[in-house]
């Protein structure tokens, strides 16, 4: 079946990027039922294709740059806070919702958990002009209200997931139905680095954007070709993936994922995926999946509704399991206390999810000679609420 | 000669295949409900494997699993029930589960148990073809269990061929591209069934997702061997005590087949 003819990588796969089935090392794969067999298929056929159209490139980074305002600038962190909508997530729901309209789709659906990426495909949605429906859990509706008063003013259609544990896990079940009922007309956004191949490669191509600038950026600002460290914070992994990508075939720079310890690791009231997680299927790859011993898939606990994903993508179960990523954690106070200070000092107040990366920093051994980027994936408007509680106590 | 393909030789069509979920609706009623259905004239029963996240499923068997998982069912308790169950049950079963559960057992030791136990075949929807053909087919082959390939309106022909070449016992038509299912466009399940059927597969084919009495079964079974009922009879079963499930599904199988 393997022909002596293709490139050995084609096989195996680098940490950048997946073989052709869909493999990071163990991780990945396309576990779909047979309904979803010839959507996913029509677009690995086609996205690798499409994303290298140069009609393609041209709109994708014309948005960027006049819809979005990137680059966003290097200010001691990657300041993707600046991004129109408030997070990175926008960078991939645009190239896929372009993905889409090339691919002859008419109707766009969508999971969220915070609602970020609930808001991002909402807006480029109504940009273009596209029905937009998003799943999202009964649970985060109530906790997440001003994103879900958003999606609804840019036009998109909020289903409530009322099965399951109602948070983000059976808001992206409810996706997966829905496209399983619309094989036709309709493209899934899925908003991070999981799912069946190929959407991690996918959106990790779309998120690549943020070291790309980082590259360049830290070039101009401080001379140095790259960074000896690049922060970030993993619930699905899309931030991290794109924060890494670049440099994730490069062992001169380490890469550091931090993860949502809730209450603490071992508290029961946990989101840390690679220390509580074993190897399992969920949303259609094989990763690092937090499950009880009878393989059911378990609740996670994070403060930050963008980390409680019981899952990881598994690139960075690739990247765990590996040794390549250096996996930190970072408490619900110990993050609370980071956007704290973060606003305090610089000025700047993140969101909760980044606040994780930012806690984490105190636990590396740093030298005045390294150069680290932190990636602030988001900023905090969306967890005002929580602050304010925080502030009271 | 396997149960199910012996079951095929013996009677070719209108074969009536019922899906129920183990544990479900209390944790014991497993064994009874097979029971019930064998004795009013089921030719086949598919036994759901409960899991917390069953892409595949609409809400009625979601339910059923969610249920079944509250009552306490795991895979444990399922081989502990399927002990020694063919002491009374003679028609062929097939085990209908997700993945992730399996492989925290072990696939292996799964196969291995469900062989021991007297189970049939498997249909795992989750598990796709490369990763049947390449890791897990073998096993299964191993401990002489049939393997159960879906396919749907949208499965090009050259991958019906694959799959019904990979498949053995039957293959499963999905009636349409759905979770659930429902009859709203049945003259397109027709056209679908006819062309499986004009294909001339290695394999009987079951038609099963949107079938739920007698008028859907006996549609279905025009241009198929047969069909699977699933949420219309988990639904009859929400909520009923052991004691009642004799009748409840006695009386479901008679509207079919009366």
């Not at chain 1, 009609?55 to 680059?71: A, I, M, N, T």
């Not at chain 2, 989750?126 to 299964?140: A, C, H, K, R």
């Amino acid at each position: 079946m393997i022909s002596a003819l293709s490139s050995h990588n084609q096989y195996r796969g680098t940490y950048q990027q997946p073989n052709i089935f869909g493999y990071y090392g163990k991780f990945g794969g396309a576990f779909i039922p047979e309904m979803l067999h010839r959507n996913v298929e029509e677009l690995k056929e086609n996205y690798i294709n499409i994303m290298a159209e140069s009609s393609f490139q041209e709109e994708y980074q014309q948005l960027l740059r006049d819809y979005v305002g990137r680059p966003t600038p290097l200010f001691l962190a990657e300041r993707l806070n600046l991004n129109h909508t408030g997070a990175h997530k926008i960078n991939n729901a645009i190239g896929q919702v372009l993905l889409a309209q090339r691919l002859g789709k008419k109707r766009i659906i969508a999971e969220t958990g915070a609602g970020q990426h609930g808001v991002a495909t909402a807006t480029v949605c109504a940009l273009k002009g596209i029905e937009c429906i998003v799943y999202m859990g009964v649970k985060d509706i109530e906790r997440q209200a001003p994103n879900v008063a958003r999606m609804k003013m840019l036009g998109a259609t909020v289903i409530p997931a009322a099965s399951g544990s109602q948070t983000l896990k059976d808001a992206t079940n409810e996706a997966i139905r829905d496209w399983i009922n619309n094989p036709n007309d309709t493209h899934y956004v899925i908003g991070s680095v999981v799912g069946p191949h190929p959407y991690p490669d996918m959106v990790a191509r779309f998120q690549s954007v943020i070291s790309e600038e980082m590259r360049w950026q830290l070039k101009e600002k401080t001379g140095s070709e790259l960074p000896t460290h690049v922060v970030a914070c993993v619930g699905g992994g899309s931030n991290a993936a794109g924060a890494f990508y670049h440099f994730l075939d490069d062992p001169r720079v380490r890469l550091i994922a931090v993860e949502a310890a809730g209450h603490g690791i071992d508290s029961g009231m946990s989101a840390a995926t690679t220390q509580l997680g074993k190897p399992g299927i969920l949303h259609g790859s094989k990763s690092l999946v937090m499950q009880t011993e009878d393989g059911q898939v378990t609740e996670p606990h994070s403060i930050s509704a963008g980390l409680d994903y019981p899952g990881i993508g598994p690139l960075h179960a690739h990247l765990f399991d590996s040794g390549r990523g250096t996996f930190l954690s970072a408490t619900d106070n110990e993050a609370l206390e980071a956007a704290f200070e973060l606003s305090k000092l610089e000025g700047i107040i993140p969101a909760l999810e980044s606040s994780h990366a930012l806690a984490a920093l105190k636990q590396l051994k740093l030298s005045s000679k390294d150069t680290v980027v932190l990636c602030l994936s988001g900023r905090g408007d969306k967890d005002l609420a929580t602050y304010m509680k925080a502030m009271k106590k | 000669m396997s149960r199910i393909k012996e079951l095929f030789r013996r009677k070719n069509n209108k074969i009536l295949n019922i899906y129920c979920t183990a544990g479900f609706p209390q944790l014991d009623s497993t064994l009874l409900v097979m029971k019930a259905l064998q004795n009013s004239g089921a030719d086949m029963i598919e036994l759901g494997m409960p899991y917390s996240d069953p892409l595949a499923d609409g809400n009625v068997i979601q339910a059923s699993s969610a249920a079944a998982l509250a009552n306490g069912m795991t895979l444990h308790r399922l081989f502990q029930q399927l002990r020694d169950f063919r002491k009374e049950i003679y028609v062929p079963v097939v085990l209908m589960g997700y993945m992730n559960p399996i492989l925290q057992y072990g696939f292996e030791r799964f196969c291995a148990d469900a062989a021991t136990a007297g189970i049939d075949g498997l249909i795992l929807p989750d598990l796709p073809q490369y990763e049947f053909e390449t890791e897990y087919g073998p096993i299964i082959k191993k401990y002489e269990l049939d393997f159960i390939f879906l396919v749907t309106p949208e499965t090009a022909e050259e991958r019906v061929k694959q799959l019904d070449s990979l498949s053995s016992g039957f293959l499963y038509a999905v009636s349409s591209s759905s979770t659930t299912g429902n009859e709203k466009d049945f003259a397109a399940v027709e056209i679908y069934l006819n062309k499986l059927w004009e294909m001339h597969l290695q394999n009987p084919i079951l038609v099963g997702f949107g079938i739920k009495d007698k008028a859907t079964f006996e549609s279905a079974c025009k241009q198929a061997n047969g069909a699977i009922i699933g949420s219309a009879f988990v639904k009859t079963l929400a909520g009923k005590k052991n004691k009642d499930i004799e009748a409840v599904a006695t009386d479901f199988i008679n509207t079919i087949k009366e």
